[in-house]
């Protein structure tokens, strides 16, 4: 899980030129991978996500759901900057954002996004797959360990 997500964190930084420093002087940051599938009037996806505070580390499981036209299948990465603590206690206490997504993409060219948001830097590629949709997403993200989950903990 941590190399998957690393990975997407390096794509992002190839694709956003400002989210390399957002990450170094932020007090944290979040990085989720994922998938999400897009059928007329619905969209789901789920994944998993690390954060990041300044060398400490824990594990977020998330799931989406939204409405509106889409079709299609795509494998994301994303990361949450965290400018400052009430953005990153929000994250912690609460586990919810919603955004509003529009985009048509194949394999890896896709619109990718960059959303800054009371205290939240979000920035997001198309790892692989194709959609084309215009969506109100909505995010739940909750802390784990992975001892429910079928993805083995680490040592």
Do not use: P
Request: aromatic fraction near 12%.
């Amino acid at each position: 899980m941590r190399a998957e997500t690393n990975e997407a964190l390096q794509e992002i930084y190839k694709e956003h030129a400002g989210a390399k420093s957002a990450v170094a002087n932020s007090v944290a940051y979040v990085t989720c991978t994922g998938s999400n599938s897009y059928l007329f009037a619905l969209s789901t996806g789920g994944g998993v996500c690390v954060l990041n505070e300044k060398g400490t580390i824990s594990y977020y499981r998330f799931a989406t759901g939204g409405v509106g036209a889409g079709i299609g299948w795509k494998q994301v990465g994303f990361v949450q900057v965290f400018m400052n603590r009430d953005a990153l206690n929000r994250f912690k206490e609460a586990g919810f954002e919603g955004q509003a997504q529009a985009e048509a993409s194949a394999d890896q060219a896709s619109a990718n996004q960059s959303v800054d948001v009371e205290g939240v830097k979000t920035y997001q590629v198309n790892l692989m797959g194709a959609a084309a949709q215009a969506t109100v997403q909505a995010y739940k993200y909750w802390k784990t360990d992975f001892t429910d989950d079928f993805i083995e903990k680490e040592g």
